[in-house]
């Protein structure tokens, strides 16, 4: 070995050392057994098990925040029974509920029962509720849904989700809002297109399928607010959180909002 090797080598400047990264601080197991299964499966930022126990916190400042802003919330559907209450939110798929409570109250009074409703001219029915708009499948689905209530539930609404999606033009929301409106039954919660829009402007959840969003809600909250929230939702969503221009600057739970849609000018 020559001496300029040597040499070299003892000039050789010493290895740099590279330093660990820190050890991930473990978060203890949440008590709620909802809650624990948030923590383990990470789908969504509400799922990701480094902001789940803050991202629970920050859910609940929103829900009591909401709760306390918006003291009345409830459903916005004129009805009497839960008969009423199916016809109403199937008559509101792409309508609003104040467009509905102008047609229903000619409505239930022509139609008082599944029966009146199953047996009656699609062209009279089509006529009634022709300001709600696809007043053609809408009839087909009211008269298909009465007929199976006559035929199989004695012309009673059913309180079970499994029963009430069988029903032609009842999906999981119309489901989520007569369980939940007319029997007091948290069996989901229901995702119309404010909660949509409130859920992903809140970071509540990053999907845009209505029943990948309601499995997030029903992560973050407890089972006890599934009724309540899209309420509270739906009220902030129609008073300051507009699509369009969202009113940020009067908004109850602003500083807790991290949406990119802010418009605080
Ligand atoms: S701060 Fe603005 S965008 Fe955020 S929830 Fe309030 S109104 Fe909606």
Redesign the pocket.
């Known amino acids: 070995m020559s001496p300029t090797t040597l040499k070299n080598r003892k000039d050789r400047p010493p290895k740099r050392k590279i330093p660990r990264r820190p050890r991930q601080k473990r978060i203890p197991p949440l008590k709620n057994p909802q809650h624990q299964r948030l923590q383990r499966v990470p789908r969504s930022p509400a799922r990701n098990p480094v902001t789940a126990k803050s991202g629970l916190a920050r859910a609940q400042r929103i829900f009591e925040r909401l709760n306390e802003h918006y003291p009345d919330a409830k459903c916005a559907l004129d009805f009497k029974n839960p008969l009423q209450l199916l016809i109403a939110t199937i008559l509101s798929a792409q309508s609003t509920d104040k467009m509905v409570n102008t047609v229903t109250p000619a409505l239930f009074r022509k139609y008082r029962s599944a029966q009146d409703f199953a047996v009656a001219l699609p062209a009279d029915l089509e006529k009634q509720i022709h300001s709600c708009g696809f007043f053609r499948s809408k009839a087909r689905s009211i008269q298909g849904t009465s007929r199976i209530l006559v035929e199989k539930h004695k012309g009673k609404v059913p309180d079970t989700m499994d029963a009430l999606l069988e029903l032609p033009g009842v999906a999981r929301k119309t489901a989520n809002v007569v369980l939940g409106v007319a029997f007091a039954k948290a069996e989901g919660v229901v995702v119309d297109t404010h909660v949509q829009r409130?859920s992903r402007?809140?970071n509540f959840s990053q999907q845009t399928q209505p029943e990948k969003i309601e499995r997030d809600l029903m992560d973050l909250f407890p089972k006890k607010q599934w009724i309540l929230l899209p309420h509270l939702l739906i009220h902030?969503g129609r008073a300051?959180?507009h699509a369009r221009k969202?009113?940020?600057l009067k908004?109850p739970?602003?500083d807790l909002?991290t949406?990119d849609?802010?418009?605080l000018a």
């Open positions: 409130l402007r809140l902030h300051l959180c969202p009113e940020c908004c739970i602003e909002c949406s849609e802010k418009v």
